[in-house]
C-alpha cells in the first residue's frame, strides 16, 4: 500500500472480487488507511459509514480523504474512491479519544454450544460464492448458511483470516464484513444481491492474544421486505469481548 497526505493507494488483485466490484471490506480498509494517512494515529476509530454507490473494478485503486471537522476528542473525516472520475464509494469515520466516564456497561456475550475446532469450514465453491471468500474461514455454530431454505436467517459465524492475524484497525474493517447477508440463508437458489450502505461501530480493538484467533458473528436479520434486507451483526472476540457492531442494507434480486 502507498500513502501519502491524504490518499492511499492499492492493487485490486481478483482475489478480492465481490462479482464486478472490489469486496466491501477491502473498499472500506483501504478508505480507513486514506482517513489514517490525514489524521494519523491520535484517537482509535469509533465508527465507519459507508456507501456503495458503484462497482470498483480490479486495478490500482485510490482513496483520498478530507479532515471535515476537528474537536478537542473527536475527528470526523470524509474518504473516497472514484472510478472513471466518479465516485464509486463514500466513506465518513469517526475517530475519538478515550475519556473517563461514570457509565460502565459490560454486555454477555452470546451463548454457544459448539467451539469452531469441532464445526466445519464453509467450502468454497466456484461460481457459487464471491471469489473474496477464499481469504476467510467462515463456520457456522447456530443456523445455516446461504440458500439453506431456512425459516430464520438467524446465525452464530465463526470467522478469521485464512493468512493474517486482526493485528490493526485496518484488518478489522475488512475481517468485519466477511459473513454473507443472513437473508441469503432464507432462500434456496442462488441470487443477486448488492450492498447499499455498511456500517461498523468499533467499541475495542482485539488484543493480541485475539488477534489470530476466531471471532464470532452473532447476526440477526431484522426486516426483510420490497426486495431489501435489513441486518444486525455483534462481532465478539473468543474471549467475550464485545469488538464491533454491523449493520447493513441490501438489495436482493431473488
Not at 489514517?36 to 480523504?65: E, M
Not at 425459516?151 to 493474517?164: G, L, M
Not at 454473507?180 to 480493538?205: F, Y
Amino acid at each position: 500500500m502507498i500513502t501519502d497526505g491524504a490518499s492511499a493507494t492499492l492493487e485490486l488483485t481478483p482475489d478480492w472480487l465481490q462479482g464486478r466490484s472490489g469486496y466491501g471490506g477491502w473498499q472500506a480498509a483501504l478508505a480507513l488507511a486514506a482517513m489514517r494517512a490525514v489524521l494519523g494515529n491520535a484517537a482509535p476509530l469509533r465508527s465507519l459509514q459507508t456507501n456503495f454507490i458503484a462497482p470498483v473494478p480490479p486495478g490500482r485503486v485510490t482513496a483520498t480523504a478530507e479532515l471535515l471537522r476537528r474537536g478537542r476528542s473527536v475527528a470526523q473525516l470524509e474518504a473516497r474512491i472514484s472510478v472513471d472520475g466518479r465516485t464509486a464509494f463514500i466513506a465518513l469515520g469517526i475517530f475519538g479519544a478515550e475519556r473517563e466516564t461514570a457509565i460502565q456497561l459490560r454486555p454477555t456475550p452470546p451463548a454457544i454450544s459448539t467451539a469452531p475446532e469441532n464445526l466445519m469450514d464453509w467450502p468454497c465453491v466456484e461460481g457459487v460464492m464471491p471469489v473474496f471468500m477464499r481469504n476467510f474461514h467462515l463456520r457456522w455454530a447456530t443456523g445455516t448458511p446461504p440458500y439453506s431454505g431456512d425459516t430464520s436467517a438467524d446465525a452464530q459465524i465463526y470467522v478469521r483470516f485464512r493468512q493474517d492475524p486482526v493485528a490493526t484497525e485496518t484488518h478489522l474493517v475488512c475481517l468485519a464484513d466477511a459473513i454473507p447477508p443472513s437473508a441469503l440463508s432464507v432462500l434456496r437458489t442462488p441470487a443477486m444481491l448488492s450492498t447499499i450502505n455498511w456500517s461498523l461501530e468499533v467499541l475495542s480493538l482485539p488484543t493480541a492474544e485475539d488477534a489470530a484467533d476466531w471471532f464470532c458473528f452473532d447476526t440477526s436479520l431484522t426486516a426483510a421486505h420490497s426486495g431489501y434486507a435489513w441486518e444486525n451483526t455483534a462481532i465478539w472476540s473468543r474471549r467475550g469481548e464485545l469488538i464491533a457492531l454491523s449493520r447493513q442494507c441490501v438489495a436482493v434480486f431473488g
